[in-house]
């Protein structure tokens, strides 16, 4: 029976009275809501080793292993690694200063995600997971066997504290954002831990938001809650559950990892040919020259390289003559990180999107590539170069028809025009002149006016001045012939580099102009672009160094979230694409689409290795026999 049913009988009965009717219809009500309650208890309850976005898990229950791994791989040996800068902590998640390289790795979440299938997730913490039809919900059923490094069992109070206490001591943006979305997460017994999501958001990415949380010790943060917190550096990095734990951290000289002997985890299938070397060791070097040169001594053996300079002339030493050191290209299906000189919304004077584009077109790729990078990147346009999410051509199908539903929020033109394009330079001089006259004109128009003196001012005589704030030569090389047409066009632009703690606080703080960044972007996007780009947080997410907020980017942020498909995803990602790009608030810079990676000649690595991940820290292993060699021959200490 439902309520209309019900009313219409008591119409139909014109001596029944009021009350009566009252009662008619709360009977009614009531029995509308236990069939609604039976109809979500009869709800299908899906019962997984893991979790897809989209589609079907490519590894089945009871897999033997990762199809990119070699499970025969061999144990043992040392990975050594490099890190430019400075750190005072080992908590990674401290709101101050500057965290330890790979501090964070200690600690494992509930579900792990697979490096050839984007947005699959598998069980690592969490042995099975739980969810209705509708993912209102979701339930984790934990390894009884597993364990923290102290040989503490991992529970479901472990997991709901980890929840809570990001929440509580965090960072602003995530808490504020997940809280809105899990109201609630819950042990309902030792192994097994229910959360929770609201009805007001979508369900795509709770799940998995849920599943790839740290999980801490309760027990250890709770022995003395005042010195372990999650917002206060600490040089003791707490509790986890992973292959490695804390050796030994040297204060801005070197930090070793050490593999568990008794790790819980290490016969599971997702962990069959990971985790290989016995140590990892991370050296701090004061600057990238100096890491170059410990490199090549030998320091440390092998080297991820995002220096163009350095990869085309510095790696013509005897080590890589001799066929010890060897120079990598490793395919790199991820989307590009979308790179480029961010401008600072919250500033008023990039409020004028002129101001924005007159900013692009002072920047010269051409001859900075040719010129500083030795012609080896592309030049990036879309916020998903290179990848289906990217946007071409004039909108249409579902991508127009998701861009007419915002006309009345972004400008017409978006619907009529192809995307915005990186701008063409000639690379025979750092300042294109047709591209600095077009410039000039914008800032014009937009009343930043050459006074007497060449700077421009607005109305009120106020400096058009625009500070580069930095904290590494490899960027001030780059900026500066950047900086430089600025000032020829009577901006009083500046670079301000810093030392790294001082550069962490103002980026945190939202305490510059422009910097250097990229935003890293999945080819399936979620919950994430909230905050890199959502209006809810902008203000102050370390995520949206931007600081952009806008409706229609909201909106469309919303519909990803939102989808049911990947075809719908696609469209809406292109939609939102094409919305960035309109926006203007990054200066577009350079790309590649491979990994260069210099390692002395003991690394060996799986004959296949994934599209999303090179696995350096976990797939890649030390090749002992040759070690041997390369140390008897003198080449290594």
Do not use: C
């Amino acid at each position: 029976m439902n309520t209309a049913k019900a009313a219409a009988r008591v119409r139909a009965k014109d001596t029944v009275n009021p009350l009566q009717a009252a009662a008619a219809l709360a009977f009614g009500l009531i029995l509308a809501l236990a069939a609604a309650t039976l109809a979500r208890a009869e709800e299908a309850i899906i019962k997984a080793h893991g979790f897809a976005e989209f589609g079907e898990l490519k590894y089945p229950q009871g897999f033997d292993h990762f199809d990119y791994v070699n499970p025969e791989a061999p144990k043992g040996g040392e990975l050594s690694i490099s890190a430019v800068g400075t750190f005072d902590s080992m908590n990674p998640y401290t709101r101050k200063g500057r965290a330890g390289a790979l501090s964070s790795a200690q600690f494992e979440s509930l579900l792990v995600d697979s490096y050839d299938e984007p947005g699959s997730y598998y069980g690592l913490i969490a042995e099975s997971l739980e969810y209705p039809e509708s993912q209102d919900w979701v339930i984790f059923n934990l390894r009884p066997e597993a364990k923290f490094s102290d040989g503490s069992p991992v529970t479901a109070d472990d997991v709901v504290f980890s929840h809570n206490i990001l929440l509580e001591q965090g960072l602003k943006s995530y808490a504020e954002a997940v809280r809105k979305r899990i109201p609630k997460a819950e042990a309902l017994g030792p192994h097994r831990v229910k959360f929770y999501f609201s009805p007001d958001f979508p369900r795509r990415a709770m799940i998995t938001q849920v599943g790839g949380t740290s999980v801490f010790s309760k027990a250890w943060f709770e022995a003395d809650p005042e010195n372990r917190r999650i917002d206060e550096p600490r040089l003791d990095p707490g509790i986890g559950s992973g292959p490695y734990v804390l050796e030994s951290a040297d204060v801005n000289q070197r930090i070793v990892y050490k593999r568990n002997p008794d790790y819980w985890g290490k016969d599971l299938n997702v962990n069959a040919g990971r985790h290989n070397y016995d140590r990892i060791r991370v050296e701090y070097f004061g600057d990238d020259v100096a890491a170059m040169e410990g490199f090549k001594a030998g320091v440390y053996t092998l080297r991820p390289e995002n220096n163009s300079k350095n990869w085309a002339t510095n790696y013509e030493f005897s080590a890589v003559e001799l066929g010890h050191v060897i120079k990598g290209e490793f395919p790199d299906g991820n989307v590009p990180p979308a790179s480029g000189f961010v401008m600072n919304l919250l500033k008023p004077k990039f409020q004028d999107i002129r101001v924005r584009e007159a900013m692009q077109l002072a920047f010269n790729f051409e001859w900075t590539n040719e010129s500083l990078q030795y012609g080896l990147f592309r030049h990036r346009s879309s916020f998903w170069q290179d990848s289906p999410l990217a946007a071409q051509g004039l909108p249409e199908g579902r991508e127009k028809e998701v861009l007419e539903a915002l006309s009345d929020q972004i400008d017409p033109s978006i619907l009529t025009s192809e995307p915005v394009m990186a701008h063409a330079s000639k690379a025979s001089r750092p300042g294109d002149r047709k591209n600095l006259r077009r410039a000039m004109t914008l800032l014009d128009e937009a009343g930043w006016t050459v006074g007497d003196d060449g700077m421009r001012r607005n109305a009120q005589g106020k400096p058009l001045k625009v500070e580069f704030l930095a904290d590494s030569p490899t960027i001030e090389r780059i900026v500066q012939p950047y900086a430089a047409n600025l000032r020829t066009m009577g901006v009083d632009a500046v670079l301000n580099r810093v030392d790294y703690a001082q550069y962490t606080s103002r980026r945190r703080e939202k305490e510059f102009d422009m910097i250097s960044s990229a935003y890293s972007m999945p080819l399936e996007p979620s919950t994430g672009l909230y905050q890199q780009f959502g209006s809810e947080a902008h203000e102050y997410s370390v995520f949206n160094p931007a600081g952009l907020a806008d409706p229609a980017v909201d909106a469309l942020i919303g519909n990803i979230v939102d989808a049911k498909t990947q075809e719908e995803l696609r469209a809406n990602a292109r939609a939102l694409d094409r919305v960035l790009r309109a926006k203007r608030f990054v200066v577009p810079t350079w790309y590649l689409d491979v990994n260069w990676i210099a390692y002395w000649d003991m690394y060996r690595q799986p004959e296949n290795l994934p599209p999303y991940d090179t696995g350096l820290l976990d797939l890649w292993w030390i090749d002992a026999e040759r070690e041997a060699e390369l140390k008897a021959a003198g080449a290594l200490r």
